[in-house]
């Protein structure tokens, strides 16, 4: 097991380089599976769940080579057998991407009940919907999603809410069905943009995406390319958010700053600076960070994955701060972990009341899943004293060689492996 451990206290300077978006890598990554010839990713960032992702491909008999950092060529051709290995899907959300990729081929697919990080209650009744419209039944048999069509014809589907997921899973199975099909009240987050992009390259016939209709008319071949996947939103957030707690000064680069507009307009209201280039934005602070309220919201509203970053922003801010999160039932398992650092904070179900405090003190902490234990670095980082980090295998499902990143801007990180059989287990 490994943990971190930071020195806080210090400003982050300097630049940093955003790696390619999880959350567009992993749909992608599946997407692979429709492709009738090998394709090429560049900007494939190097994170546990995108490694995972190409471990099922393999299993499955795809060959999947890496071309050079960050650079894979994948030829899923080999894959015969629609069945996602149990123990790999059970592990991620991004396995239910499966069940759309492999319908979308095999017209049929296993894949276990998905996984990921616990945020509450987290079902896919929406996905099911979807291939439901498209002429698919499914049946769950021992822990497996088990969908099947004779053949997917195009439909309407409306769903219920904006479920990015879903939409995602609606486009992987509709791309080659017959006929058109037209998906209302879709999610517009850029991940699922650049999905349609990467599709479209390939010979895709997909209107709409980033908007609340998406309209596909079904194709039959998909041929190989070369695309790369865009600059990862949450992983910039991430940190401008730990240049502000900070009160650093530090160059983002990689990025695409009108998908970070929700953050860099929070940023601005509490009192941080933010400036905006092409392709960079500078956060440096100036003066002292005031309260703000925050309610996360789907694409273009302020994003579920920056809520527990900014709420530890929020905990060095002046005043009280209000955060609801609108999206899950659960992301606020971190806060009992501020606390051992002296935030003041009170949860009652989706909302947090922040009253601000001077200062956070260094502790020993856990990440209870990947965007708190970047709030937990983020706190380390801002924190006087020590703070140590275990349980980083989820900071290390989204964030590719973050310490390294870090100690780039000047800050006192280490990774350091917890051999110690004493060490204390987390109860409960
Ligand atoms: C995706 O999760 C992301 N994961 C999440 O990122 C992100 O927080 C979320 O979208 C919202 O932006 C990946 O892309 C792999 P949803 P997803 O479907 O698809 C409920 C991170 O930190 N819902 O938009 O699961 C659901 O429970 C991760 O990178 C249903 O009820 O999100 C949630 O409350 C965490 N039924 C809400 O809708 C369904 O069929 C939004 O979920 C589907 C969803």
């Known amino acids: 097991m490994e943990k971190f451990v930071i020195h806080g206290g210090k400003p982050l300077k300097g630049e940093v380089t955003i790696s390619g978006a999880k959350n567009a890598a992993v749909a992608i990554v599946a997407a692979t599976i429709l492709c009738d010839e090998p394709c090429v990713l560049e900007n494939v960032p190097e994170i546990s769940d995108i490694t995972m992702c190409m471990k099922i491909l393999k299993a499955m008999g795809a060959d999947v080579q890496l071309v050079r950092k960050n650079v894979v060529r994948f030829d899923t051709r080999g894959i015969t057998s629609p069945h996602v290995p149990y123990e790999m899907a059970r592990v991620m959300r991004a396995s239910s991407y499966f069940l759309g990729t492999l319908l979308g081929r095999f017209h049929e697919a296993y894949v276990a009940m998905p996984g990921g990080c616990y945020l509450g209650d987290r079902p896919i009744d929406q996905h099911l919907k979807a291939f439901r419209n498209l002429g698919a039944t499914d049946e769950l048999e021992n822990g497996e999603v088990h969908c099947k069509a004779d053949q997917l014809i195009g439909s309407q589907i409306y769903f219920d809410f904006n479920t990015v997921g879903g939409t995602i899973n609606a486009i992987l199975a509709a791309v080659k069905a017959k006929g058109r099909t037209i998906i209302e009240n879709c999610a517009k987050e850029p991940h699922i943009v650049d999905l349609a992009n990467f599709l479209n390259s390939m010979g ?221 287990k987390m109860s409960g």
């Open 204 to 424: 895709a016939d997909i209107r709409g995406a980033g908007t609340d209709v998406i309209k596909i008319k079904g194709v039959d071949y998909l041929k190989g390319i070369t695309y790369p996947i865009i600059p990862d939103q949450i992983e910039a957030g991430t940190y401008m958010v730990a240049a502000a707690a900070t009160k650093g000064d530090v160059l983002i680069n990689n990025v695409i700053p009108k998908h970070l507009e929700s953050i860099t307009a929070k940023l601005r209201k509490v009192g941080v600076t933010v400036e905006e280039n092409d392709e960079s934005v500078r956060v440096h602070v100036d003066g002292a960070l005031t309260k703000t309220s925050i309610k996360t919201m789907p694409h273009p509203g302020f994003p579920t994955d920056m809520q527990p970053q900014f709420s530890t922003l929020l905990t060095l801010a002046e005043g009280t701060s209000i955060v609801t999160d609108e999206i899950f039932d659960n992301r606020f398992r971190y806060v009992a972990e501020l606390r051992r650092m002296g935030a003041d904070i009170s949860v009652d179900g989706k909302v947090a009341i922040i009253q601000g405090v001077g200062k956070l003190n260094g502790a020993p902490v856990a990440a209870t899943d990947l965007r708190a234990g970047a709030a937990m670095v983020i706190a380390g980082l801002a924190a006087e004293g020590t703070t140590e980090i275990t349980d980083i295998h989820y900071i290390q499902r989204g964030y590719e060689c973050i310490e390294k990143k870090l100690q780039g801007l000047g800050a006192d990180i280490k990774k350091v492996i917890v051999n110690d059989p004493q060490s204390v």
